[in-house]
């Protein structure tokens, strides 16, 4: 069976750092992905790891460790405009492109 | 192009209607996927083509029936519904993953279904 785990709900402060966690158990792993989804609208891809450690991108980051069957990601510099939901999806070995998503973080920027 | 579109955006439905939703994208991605996604819920995959081919269907109820025509077009057929099939379907598109080599799915905006 599979388990991905988010926190359902984070309040942040805008110009703040904010870290999302996400833990998995799944057999057959092969990466892990974090989209972004505002309300009412489609995920958005973020960010993409497969092997230890940080991926960077702007203001997101993304770490990864297997053995521990963990990611987060970062937002830094915190804007109004990153209130969203925050999935992160397991891909599995042997299928074309299968994505198991998390339960998905909403995440609030408040003043 | 990186643009996936769905129609219609809004679809509501008795149990006994026979209605189609369509998902079309122009990238060159081989892959297509249908995902259905309930209020603050993730989205949960349905069915995955590759190569104009179904490879995956995730134990989904045959009231759902879905169809590749051609490279850049999924359907979505929908018969004898139920009402709490109620929820927002999403398409999505990616190249097609190769051994060792995963990509991004990139998700139309989605058709919000309701069935009465």
């Known amino acids: 069976g599979q388990n991905i785990d988010q926190p359902t709900e984070m309040t942040a402060t805008e110009g703040a750092i904010v870290q999302i966690n996400c833990t998995y158990q799944t057999s057959g792993f092969n990466g892990l992905f974090w989209y972004q989804q505002h309300a009412g609208e489609a995920p958005t891809f973020l960010s993409y790891n497969v092997l230890d450690g940080l991926e960077e991108k702007g203001r997101f980051s993304s770490f990864l460790s297997r053995s521990k069957g963990y990611s987060y990601l970062l937002l830094k510099e915190l804007q109004m405009k990153d209130s969203a939901s925050y999935l992160c999806?397991?891909?599995?070995?042997?299928?074309?492109?299968?994505?198991?998503f998390g339960t998905g973080t909403r995440l609030q920027v408040t003043l | 192009d990186t643009e996936v579109t769905q129609t219609p955006k809004h679809l509501v439905m008795g149990m006994t209607n026979k209605k189609s939703l369509k998902c079309e994208q122009h990238?060159?991605?081989?892959?297509m996927y249908w995902y259905k996604q309930k209020a603050k819920k993730p989205p949960e995959l349905m069915f995955v083509y590759s190569y104009e081919k179904l490879s995956i269907n995730e134990s989904v109820p045959s009231r759902f029936s879905p169809e590749c025509p051609n490279s850049s077009l999924l359907n979505l057929h929908l018969h004898a519904l139920q009402p709490e099939d109620s929820a927002l379907y999403l398409c999505?598109?990616?190249?097609?993953?190769?051994?060792?080599?995963?990509?991004?799915?990139?998700f139309g905006p989605g058709t919000r279904l309701t069935v009465t």
């Open positions: 990238m060159g991605h081989r892959a």
């Open positions: 999505a598109s990616s190249q097609v993953f190769e051994t060792r080599i995963n990509y991004e799915q990139y």
């Open positions: 999806a397991v891909s599995h070995t042997g299928t074309a492109s299968k994505l198991t």
